[in-house]
């Protein structure tokens, strides 16, 4: 029975460049919906979404962070007291990965979480030419890599749950 | 109170609380209706406790505790925030402050500052996300035909896939031949220009060659110097309004860095200026780094150029910024700039010019100098001021350099296009050196410049030509007088009978990376003059020298090996010279490639040692063989006795490290004697010999009453 799970809350951190989908992904996974618009984001968000496990109730707390760029900065603030940070990165802009790549080695000097690698946008046909060996090592140091699109939905639900049932496991550890 | 009257000519939307404890905050100023969503109960409790229902107000809150419980004064931010209440959106901002020992939080109400933020980051990064799609696929194009057309030089048997690669693209493709005429053009370049394939008048290669030469005063230099470029061409075709092109030019090598093809890449940025011209401050404004773009650089220029008054245009290139973006990545190297321009700044004079004209090029219109020494004064101060350190944010550092080249109006030219193209120019010679330099403009550095063009040219064909010539000198052993090795020294007899000594041609080779060819050459070369050494019966060890670049190539080890092995000598009779600042500059690759030419049996040494660099631990840690003294201590060792005690404690320092020490420059007996009689191993000079061509080389060996003989082994090869 629900009433008697138990529920813990989880902040997450959805990180990563301009242009590269977190805010839609967010939209999609709490909300089940998708704009084709691109509107930017400005400083940060937070939406909420439980998830069930077996025992346990899992709340996500998704702060949606404003893309990292020449125009905002890295904002280590943002991570006190995070459970996990999720790299968003676009597979139609080669470049998005390497800022991705960027953006998690800051993420990592100052707090030593898990980190999961979306590559988004693959309604999209894909326009970089990583090869499978080369990104196989780029995505190395991060627990999952999920190819998803926020247009679709396609691996979003299975993220979340993923990175729910990874959390627990930690926490009961 | 003065918050109501802020308030009520719009100054200041905010609401502001007091801690009293760390649950509990008191309302001190509370009117805006929107804080009723926030914290319902700010305006009619006059308090309000924590949680709240905003996870981001009560984590900023958390924050604030520690400033408070630390700070004496002063203040943090919590950066802008967005809250949905209600299906209402506040868009906010957060401050703890500190005064007189009370803790403060403000929230504003920032909707305003929100919405111009946002529209106008909206554009920014739609042009960001633009361009670079852009550069990525114009990247991706060249790195795939610069590596078939790397692959063949004949370029029919690489036709069909380079067809391939280029009709797929949607960015215009042209191949070019050394001489900048047409090999292959794709369709998307042909639709890029409204030309049809058969008419000979609109061939787009023309076209984007006309509009370069026109638009931009490198061009010459560009193609001259075989270099790279980029940037943007405007092409205006009547009636039509006209086209943005980025464009793209990448020469493409072979071995003997002989340009054989050229690739031009255009992709049509039109849209992305028609964003940017709906913002005058994108148009005219670098966006990462807020000063003035290239666009209005060029009006500037052209404003002073019709003032027709003194003036001096400085331009500045950041030494090796691509391979800064490649290591520490692209938004470390944006970081970089932006730091670099701070710095820069303060040094600007009021109604001089400071712009970003490029990647990682600046330029400055200086209106007021009056002097060239004052121009190189700023200049010096700029270098100064880049070379310091950057801090990045993961703990490490890196370091920049600078190259300024200056030209002067209208003493060096009276056009704004000739002055772009000798500052470029003067620029372009500065970077040659290896140090930040400030170089100006003159007719000796068109000169120079041109004899480097020339030489580098004839450098190409100088190996093939056999103009190259391998002369050695003899290193003897101080005790027994034996002539145990060589250094092979390179010299180049033109065919015309020129004659162009090392000191001039080893660094255009360095920095035009033909060193790498010439430097195989060179250990060829020298391992079949050792294996000819061996059948006429004598040993004697040939030593070569190494410079970075070639320390930089992959397949130099290879090299070395096969070479060992094609002339059937022994690893230990080949040795190979290095250079400290070689050590210092490329630790990681020298210490791999020594380990690994150490078990191959090749012996090594360090020349030059005592001039310039102090680091020695690299002596313990790499297996090195033998220093050599440099010549400028042996030189005064007589007469001066610092240099004396320098020769004495390098000396005492490798034989309790247990290398051998070989003297440079041994000219007269009494320096001789000194170095015999305080144990140097070895000594090279002109008191021996001076270099010789390998045949009187040959005779020396023999005249030599003390010279070691072998058996001769294998059948004599020349």
Redesign the interface.
Known sequence: MDSYKIMIQK?ICVLGA??VGKTSLIKQYVEGIFSEK???S?????D?KQVQCESHTVQF?LWDIE?????????P??L??AAAIIIVVDH?????L??GI?IY??AK?VANIPAILAINKTDLST???WEEDELAELSSPFSHTFCTSAKTGDNVELLFSTLALQLLSEAEQ | MKLSLFKALGIIDCCIFKRIDEQHFETVYAESEWIDLLLPSARDNKRFTIPTDSPFLDDFLMQAEEFWEYADYGKIDSGVWNEEVENNELKLNAYASMDKGDCYIVIHNVIEQFQQRQKTLQLARELLLSNDKIVAQQEYVHQRLDDMLNQSSDLKSIQQPINEVIEKTDIGVAILSPNLQPISQNPALYSLFDAHLTRSETQPYKIILQLFEKQYPEFERVISTGSRWSGELFWLKPPGTGKWIKLSIYPVKADFQQITHWVFLVSDISQVKHLLQNNEKLTYYDALTDIPNRQYFWMQLEQSVSNALPFYVLYLDIKNFKRINEIHGHSRGDQIIKELVERITPHISEGDMFARIGGGEFAIIRQKTVTEQQCIDLGHKLIDAAVQPFYLPNGTHCEIGLNIGAASFPRDADDAETLMKFADLAVFNAKKASKSSVQFYSQELKEASQRIIELENALQSAITNHEFELFLQPMLDLTSGTILKAEALLRWNRLDGERIGPDEFIPIAEQTGLIVPIGKWVISRACEMISTLNHRGYSCKLSVNLSPRQISDRHLLEFIRGSIQNSHILPNQLELELTEGVLVDNYDKVQYLLTEVRKLGVSVSIDDFGTGYSSLSYLKKLPIDHIKIDRSFVQDLVSDENDKAIILAIIAMAHSLKLNVIAEGVETELQRNFLQLNHCNLAQGYLFSRPLPFAQFCDYLSASPTQKLITPSAPFPE
């Open positions: 902040k301009s242009g691109y509107l930017t400005i400083g940060v968000k937070i909420k707390m893309g990292i760029d020449r125009y905002c900065g890295f904002q603030k943002y006190r007291g139609t802009r080669a470049q998005s390497i800022e960027e080695n800051l000097d326009e970089w030419h």
